[in-house]
C-alpha cells in the first residue's frame, strides 16, 4: 500500500519546542504527530459512539418510560469508586 502525507503544518515556535522538550528517546517529531493524530482520531470515534449510545438509551427511555434517577446513579458510582479505591489501597501495600 502506498502511504500518503499530511499538509505541511506551520506551527509556534514554542508550541514546536513544547513538542521536541517531550518526546521520548528515539521519537521523532514526525512519529509524535503521526500517534497525536492516532490518538485523537480514536477519542474522537469513541465519543461519538459515546454519544450514540446515550441517544440509544435515552429514545428507549423515552419509549419505555423507565428511567434511573440520578440518586441511583451516583449512588453506584460512588460505590464503585470506594471499590476502586480499596483495590488501589489494598495493592499498594502488597
Do not use: C, W
Given at each position: 500500500?502506498?502511504?500518503?502525507?499530511?499538509?505541511?503544518?506551520?506551527?509556534?515556535?514554542?508550541?514546536?519546542?513544547?513538542?521536541?522538550?517531550?518526546?521520548?528517546?528515539?521519537?521523532?517529531?514526525?512519529?509524535?504527530?503521526?500517534q497525536?493524530?492516532?490518538?485523537?482520531?480514536?477519542?474522537?470515534?469513541?465519543?461519538?459512539?459515546?454519544?450514540?449510545?446515550?441517544?440509544?438509551?435515552?429514545?428507549?427511555?423515552?419509549?419505555?418510560?423507565?428511567?434511573?434517577?440520578?440518586?441511583a446513579?451516583?449512588?453506584k458510582?460512588?460505590?464503585?469508586?470506594?471499590?476502586?479505591?480499596?483495590?488501589?489501597?489494598?495493592?499498594?501495600?502488597?
Amino acid at each position: 500500500m502506498k502511504t500518503a502525507t499530511f499538509p505541511s503544518l506551520r506551527v509556534d515556535p514554542a508550541l514546536r519546542q513544547a513538542a521536541e522538550d517531550n518526546l521520548q528517546h528515539g521519537e521523532t517529531i514526525s512519529g509524535f504527530i503521526e500517534q497525536s493524530i492516532r490518538d485523537s482520531i480514536l477519542r474522537r470515534q469513541h465519543q461519538r459512539e459515546f454519544v450514540a449510545r446515550g441517544l440509544t438509551a435515552r429514545d428507549e427511555a423515552a419509549r419505555t418510560g423507565r428511567y434511573v434517577s440520578a440518586d441511583a446513579v451516583l449512588g453506584k458510582l460512588e460505590t464503585m469508586l470506594a471499590e476502586a479505591r480499596a483495590k488501589a489501597d489494598a495493592e499498594a501495600v502488597e
